[in-house]
């Protein structure tokens, strides 16, 4: 199994960006699709972002497309989001997900970091 270690999360104002990173070890990270999720306080977790193996589809949830973009580094094993024109309701706790494949589905992905705080403010 893979374990994931998230990074990157923080506090910031409405407009600003961020980038997050989710490190990956213990298997070959080249062989994982990878997704982002996210847990707002008292809220489901919900699907933000997914990539295939090699980078090339991505799949968005409609409220960040255009603001967000998932990518992939398989030489570095570390998964990205950057996060730009950020807004109050993406505050959340941002996990990073391992699987076989990119779906939106949160029992799809076999494997979960501990998760990165995103707090924005107005």
């Known amino acids: 199994q893979v374990q994931l270690v998230e990074t990157g999360g923080g506090l910031v104002q409405a407009g600003d960006s961020l980038r997050l990173s989710c490190a990956a070890s213990?298997?070959?990270?080249?062989?994982?699709?990878m997704a982002w999720f996210r847990q707002a306080p008292e809220k489901e977790r919900e699907f933000v972002a997914s990539?295939?193996?090699?980078?090339?589809?991505?799949i968005y949830t409609d409220s960040v497309k255009g603001r967000f973009t998932i990518s992939r580094d398989n030489a570095k094993n570390t998964l990205y989001l950057q996060m730009n024109s950020l807004k109050p309701e993406d505050t959340a706790v941002y996990y990073c997900?391992?699987?076989?494949?990119?779906?939106?589905?949160?029992?799809?992905?076999?494997?979960w970091g501990q998760g990165t705080q995103v707090t924005v403010s107005s």
């Open positions: 213990g298997r070959t990270f080249s062989f994982y699709a």
């Open positions: 997900a391992a699987g076989a494949f990119p779906t939106t589905s949160r029992r799809s992905w076999g494997s």
């Open positions: 990539i295939t193996r090699t980078g090339d589809s991505t």
